[in-house]
């Protein structure tokens, strides 16, 4: 897709900000079936979802329904500009970074390193059917998730959002990390498999 992508991520945010309230409650629903229908759901582990910002698709759903095996986290900004996640249910404390989101209240330096998660949900601003991710542009699960380009090494990636925000074609960058799957309200994207 040759539109600016900054062009592109503008028209996208404001698509998912515009979808009605009662529709946002039924799609994080829906989105929660599907996640939990993943074929490769791990049944322990780390699992990282997000605080949903700026219109984004709501976890509520599927983190109240993890399999038990699976330990609900959040990420957390780190001083390299790379993520950590971070054990997180309803009532513990959260702080909130340089971009206003919530966090969980630990150390960045001592939260899980990507490489320990065995399940990684990764908002989206756009997608297309075939599975690549616009993210919002910062890198940051980008530069968190390199060692992905070219391994299948855990965990497993999935993008989510609402299907509002799919689009006939994007252009992958060289920066990009796959996806292993792409989960909205009313459909789910497998697309081809990972290198081995």
Excluded: K
């Excluded at 997608?127 to 993210?135: E, I, K, S």
Aim: net charge negative; proline share 9%; charged share 20%.
């Amino acid at each position: 897709m040759s539109l600016d992508r900054d062009a592109l991520r503008r028209e996208l945010r404001q698509r998912r900000r515009a979808i009605p309230a009662a529709q946002r409650i039924a799609a994080a629903d829906a989105l929660g079936e599907r996640l939990r229908a993943l074929p490769f759901l791990p049944s322990s582990g780390y699992a990282a979802g997000y605080w949903a910002m700026d219109g984004e698709i709501g976890l509520h759903n599927w983190q109240l329904r993890l399999p038990a095996g699976l330990i609900y986290c959040l990420p957390v900004l780190r001083a390299d500009n790379t993520l950590g996640f971070a054990p997180w249910r309803a009532g513990d404390p959260l702080v909130t970074n340089r971009f206003g989101i919530p966090e969980p209240d630990v150390e960045p330096a001592s939260s899980l390193d990507p490489q320990a998660m065995a399940l990684v949900l990764m908002p989206l601003v756009g997608f297309d059917d075939a599975g690549l991710r616009l993210g919002m542009g910062g890198g940051w699960y980008d530069r968190s998730f390199a060692f992905r380009q070219h391994t299948a090494a855990p965990p497993w990636l999935v993008g989510v959002g609402f299907q509002a925000q799919r689009v006939e074609a994007l252009d992958a960058q060289a920066w990009d990390v796959p996806v292993d799957a792409v989960c909205t309200e009313s459909t789910t994207v497998i697309p081809v498999p990972r290198p081995a």
